[in-house]
């Protein structure tokens, strides 16, 4: 699957490029790289959706101060159309909300799969990329929704608890869904270079003990770090886009990077 | 025996009744021979006969092959873990033709009824073959189907099986099995097809033990969770003095 390289409409007769954003850590900046990575696509004039699949628990639509009438549970439960909830987001992309507090939807029942996948296979020829904003950990929604999307970014921070739980992740996404090649992002990192060197560390101890069902250890493909930086946390109050609100500040230029180096490996 | 029908043709039942009578079906002390509800019981007792094995009780090929088809589309469509077992009787040639037939038959019956006893009500343990059982575990977590199938094959070998003549035979039982793949249509055949290549493989290595294909593990062991942070010698990712310990966590 090959994205565009430089603005060109989308076309009914393409599939987007679908990722999902996953971490097996809560915490580590998930919703906020999602949409903040969606709008560094979209400024490369890319027609963008992201698609909050955190279905018990979202707040995909708190990062970026929407307040939704409609979301995903009202198509679920055909209150709505799928048309009606695709809503336009600051930083010129389109979100697919969910609610929060929804505990029958925190469990991968045959009714939450089917919609799910529905939602999804019907977007997909109206966008050029589709990022799948997972919830934390590695239950059956969360792995149902990675499922879903052609590629995974897994997002790390340099603690040992985020590189466990995002090696676990990948371990777990090798052995079950047969991936033989994951992105990996490092977020909050306090000097460059380190986000390159948890990548190596994570890529020597997964050739060592993970196995695809092919047979053949997953590649890890680093696409840059996210620098530490305390202006994410002042967009996170304000419930701003950090691209928008300091879009010359280190962690700014770490996620545009990023959308670059991604788009460079389509 | 004949019973009249409202517009006055009539049903044969004698060979119907005779066969029940045989398995050991009695007729309903409280229904009326020859009224509805009494004909009821009687098909009822025909549908029970025509499932179940005769030498064993338990379910036959007929009852397991509806049985597996249901579990398919359930798993297919719950996503939970189901296992399937197929055990066989090792060496039962030799004890028919060492002990001859009434012997082996008991042998069978006693197999049997250690399978029934080692399972959950909710499980089915099926005589598939002359001396091949088929066992379906719903809802059965990996971690229990190693469990259960080495009780089960533990059970079989303690327990001798006392034949005519006073003798007694110990009996033991190869086990293969295999797991549905979970939120996919498989087919029946080919989940058999798993188990009974695990069952091969538990003959070949040996007989007497059980062999699972088990779903690929995936939990990290201490030994991974050390190699991650081996490298720290050059790179601590906590204690290092440039990090700004005051930006929290950013909102998932």
């Known amino acids: ?266 | 025996m004949n019973v009249k029908l409202g517009d006055d043709s009539s049903l044969h039942l004698g060979k119907a009744l005779s066969l029940l009578v045989q398995a050991g079906w009695e007729s309903p002390a409280d229904l009326e021979p020859g009224t509805e509800p009494w004909l009821q019981a009687v098909i009822d007792g025909l549908c029970d006969l025509s499932s179940r094995d005769a030498l064993t009780g338990l379910a036959n090929r007929r009852q397991f092959d509806a049985a597996i088809a249901r579990e398919v589309d359930r798993v297919a469509r719950i996503g939970e873990p189901a296992l399937l077992l197929m055990a066989d009787i090792d060496h039962f040639k030799r004890v028919n033709d060492t002990w001859g037939h009434a012997a082996g038959d008991e042998v069978i019956k006693s197999v049997a009824a250690c399978l029934q006893d080692c399972v959950r009500p909710m499980d089915l343990v099926a005589r598939i073959g002359g001396e091949e059982f088929a066992i379906i575990l719903p809802n059965c977590p990996p971690a229990f189907g190693q469990t259960v199938s080495e009780r089960i094959r533990q059970k079989v070998a303690a327990r001798p099986v006392a034949i005519v003549g006073g003798q007694q035979l110990s009996v033991t039982v190869s086990i293969g099995g295999a797991f549905a793949p979970q939120w996919v249509r498989s087919s029946p055949t080919f989940w058999c097809e798993r188990a009974d290549q695990q069952l091969y493989r538990a003959k070949t290595e040996g007989r007497n033990r059980t062999c699972l294909d088990m779903p690929p593990l995936t939990i990290v062991s201490a030994e991974e969770k050390g190699m991650l942070f081996s490298g720290f010698g050059q790179f601590d990712p906590i204690s290092d003095s440039g990090t700004d310990h005051s930006v929290p966590k950013t909102t998932e």
């Open chain 1, 1 to 266: 699957m090959s994205a565009p390289e430089t603005s060109t409409p989308a076309t009914t007769a393409r599939l987007a490029r679908t990722l999902a954003i996953t971490s097996g850590k809560g915490g580590v900046g998930k919703t906020f790289f999602s949409a903040n990575l969606a709008a560094a696509l979209s400024r490369q004039g890319l027609k963008v959706l992201v698609l909050d699949a955190d279905l018990g628990l979202a707040n995909l639509d708190v990062v970026l101060n929407l307040y939704p009438k409609i979301t995903l549970h009202d198509v679920f439960t055909g209150k709505a159309q799928l048309e009606e909830a695709i809503l336009p987001a600051p930083g010129g992309f389109s979100v697919l909300l969910a609610g929060s507090g929804l505990v029958e939807y925190s469990r991968l029942t045959p009714e939450v799969r089917d919609q799910l996948n529905t939602i999804f296979e019907s977007v997909k020829p109206r966008f050029d990329v589709v990022l799948i904003d997972t919830g934390a950990g590695i239950s059956d929604v969360v792995l149902y929704a990675v499922s879903m999307a052609h590629e995974v970014i897994v997002l790390a921070t340099p603690e040992p608890t985020s590189m466990t739980d995002a090696y676990a992740t990948i371990k777990v996404l090798s052995t079950q869904q047969s991936r033989e090649h994951l992105h990996l992002v490092v977020n909050q990192v306090a000097r460059p270079g380190d986000g390159r060197t948890i990548c190596n560390q994570l890529q020597q101890v997964v050739e060592r003990f993970v196995q695809s069902t092919s047979g053949v250890a997953p590649k890890l493909s680093y696409l840059g770090d996210i620098p530490l930086d305390s202006s994410v946390r002042e967009a996170v109050q304000k419930r701003q886009l950090l691209l928008e609100l300091h879009p010359g500040c280190a962690a700014s230029q770490g996620v545009v990077q990023v959308a670059t180096r991604l788009l460079a490996r389509s």
